[in-house]
């Protein structure tokens, strides 16, 4: 019987580090990744010998051991992982329920066949079919939402697999184990479908959500340039009409001049000139770049500095066609450049009251860097580096989309706030069939 249960754990333990290396997004090279599974499959293994084989008869040892065990397999999921927070306690918590339904099924085909050897092989086959089928059916939602999910949600969601396997545990083993309530077998099959179609909700909610806030953010991108490109409509029509005044009045002015010519008046004439210069300049409009779409966002923001007596140093270079969406690079600057007028419009001091904006795009890489003054306390966010809304909570939705950008073209983000100075560098160098996969309506 003690030979029978040894295998058994061994085989669960095996599985559930199988699980954990496959269903996390890793932190450590591959190979120190084994390395840590396989260092906590021999712990888990080597304190079963505690409580199944040394002290058997020793209730309070095996309760110890098994926390210590499920302390080791969450600490383990968590240490593998690349995010290290809630999402990884999920996954970790998800794999010790997943591996408990191979083991059951282990103890029901003992219990009414009585053969260690098929008993262990039929476990074994639950074991590897559960695998198989989470691999290629769970797995890309999964990693998916594992990287790209907010992760303040997932607390909550801990709570289930923490349900599902505490209701194992009373099932099973305490205060009756199935082999002393046999009956409990029907239920308790009952209970792991019940898991399994459990998380197939869940998956569907997450997924569910993940393709909303893809919405979401498309919608905002969508809002965002059409803004801008009513923004550079505006300014075209207004500079045309005071052109159209100024041909209008040109006649005058023509007349004027002669009069001024017959008197030798030469520094009237001057005036004059230096005037149609001026409204000429006034009513320009400014190329910022080769792109229409990010032309059109620049333009509308260095029009609502100057209403706020504001002063963008703009020096971009981008191109007609670009490697990503045009819509979400726009969207991008227009979420930095609102962020850098916001913080500075409200400076009494004219002087402070300038954003420096250097962007280049080419056909291999991205940078954007901006600059502002910014007196203010900036508190940076533990996990990912960017800086908390001080507007509260609900805000900060313009940083959250730089940096889903970012994620998206591979690109890294950097914050800095030194000497008054709040800096930002969006930097990216681009795939070589990033062009070709790039989504988005901005790219032809």
Same mark, same amino acid.
């Given at each position: ?5 040894? &295998?058994s ?11 954990i290396y496959?269903?996390a997004t890793?932190h #450590?090279?591959r ?8 260092s906590?499959?021999l712990?888990? @293994?080597? +304190?079963d010998?505690l409580?199944?084989?040394? #002290?058997?008869e020793?209730g309070?040892?095996y309760v110890?051991?098994?926390i210590?065990q ?6 383990t999921a968590?240490? &593998?992982?690349a995010?290290r927070?809630?999402?990884?306690l999920?996954?970790?918590?998800t794999a010790s329920?997943?591996v408990?339904?191979?083991s059951i099924?282990?103890? *029901?085909?003992?219990i ?11 476990g ?5 079919? &559960?695998l198989?089928v ?5 797995r ?12 303040q ?14 209701g194992?545990?009373?099932? %099973?083993?305490?205060p009756w184990s199935?082999y ?7 239920g308790t099959?009952?209970?792991i479908?019940t ?10 909610y997450?997924?569910s959500?993940?393709?909303r806030?893809?919405?979401?953010w498309?919608?905002?991108l ?5 803004r801008?490109?009513?923004?550079? #409509?505006?300014?075209?029509e207004?500079s045309?009409?005071n052109l159209k *005044? ?8 023509s ?10 008046e030469?520094?009237g004439?001057?005036k004059i000139?230096?005037y149609i ?5 006034e009513?320009?409009?400014?190329? #910022? ?9 620049l ?9 706020c007596? @504001?002063q /963008?140093?703009l020096d971009a270079?981008?191109?007609e ?5 045009d ?5 991008v600057i ?7 007028v ?15 904006a250097?962007?280049?795009? +080419?056909d291999d890489?991205l940078? /954007?860097?901006?600059k502002?003054?910014?007196e203010?306390?900036v @508190?940076?966010?533990?996990?990912t580096g ?9 805000h900060?939705l313009?940083?959250q ?6 994620d998206k073209i591979?690109?890294?983000i950097g ?5 008054g100075?709040?800096?930002i *560098? %969006?930097?990216?160098k ?10 988005g309506c901005?790219g032809n």
């Amino acid at each position: 019987m003690n030979l029978f249960r040894n &295998i058994s754990y061994t085989i669960s333990h095996l599985f559930l580090m199988l699980f954990i290396y496959l269903f996390a997004t890793h932190h #450590y090279s591959r190979r120190t990744t084994v390395g840590i599974c396989f260092s906590s499959f021999l712990i888990l @293994t080597f +304190t079963d010998i505690l409580k199944l084989n040394l #002290y058997p008869e020793s209730g309070i040892c095996y309760v110890v051991v098994t926390i210590g065990q499920i302390l080791v397999t969450q600490f383990t999921a968590i240490v &593998i992982s690349a995010t290290r927070d809630s999402k990884a306690l999920f996954m970790g918590l998800t794999a010790s329920n997943y591996v408990i339904a191979g083991s059951i099924a282990s103890i *029901i085909f003992h219990i009414y066949t009585g053969n260690a050897f098929w008993s262990l092989a039929g476990g074994f086959l639950i074991h590897l079919v &559960i695998l198989l089928v989470l691999y290629f059916r769970i797995r890309d939602i999964w990693l998916k939402c594992y990287e790209k999910e907010d992760t303040q949600n997932w607390w909550g969601l801990c709570l289930i697999p923490v349900f599902f396997y505490c209701g194992f545990c009373f099932l %099973v083993i305490f205060p009756w184990s199935l082999y002393d309530r046999p009956e409990n077998s029907l239920g308790t099959s009952m209970f792991i479908i019940t898991m399994f179609a459990s998380y197939v909700a869940v998956f569907r909610y997450v997924e569910s959500e993940s393709d909303r806030a893809a919405v979401y953010w498309k919608n905002a991108l969508f809002e965002t340039c059409i803004r801008g490109m009513k923004n550079q #409509y505006d300014l075209v029509e207004q500079s045309e009409k005071n052109l159209k *005044i100024l041909r209008h009045d040109m006649r005058h002015y023509s007349g004027m001049i002669d009069s001024l010519l017959a008197e030798g008046e030469y520094a009237g004439i001057k005036k004059i000139t230096e005037y149609i210069s001026r409204v000429t300049d006034e009513n320009r409009v400014v190329k #910022y770049c080769e792109n229409i779409v990010v032309q059109a966002i620049l333009s509308g923001f260095v029009e609502k500095a100057r209403t706020c007596d @504001t002063q /963008i140093c703009l020096d971009a270079v981008i191109p007609e066609e670009i490697p990503v969406s045009d819509y979400e690079l726009a969207a991008v600057i227009a979420n930095l450049l609102e962020n850098a007028v916001d913080c500075v419009r409200v400076f009494p001091e004219k002087e402070k009251r300038s954003v420096s904006a250097k962007i280049r795009c +080419t056909d291999d890489r991205l940078l /954007i860097e901006m600059k502002n003054a910014c007196e203010d306390k900036v @508190t940076f966010d533990a996990a990912t580096g960017l800086p908390g809304s001080r507007k509260g909570s609900g805000h900060g939705l313009g940083m959250q989309s730089v940096s889903a950008f970012a994620d998206k073209i591979g690109g890294n983000i950097g914050c800095f706030h030194e000497n008054g100075v709040f800096s930002i *560098i %969006v930097f990216a160098k681009f795939q070589a069939d990033l062009r070709k996969n790039r989504e988005g309506c901005g790219g032809n």
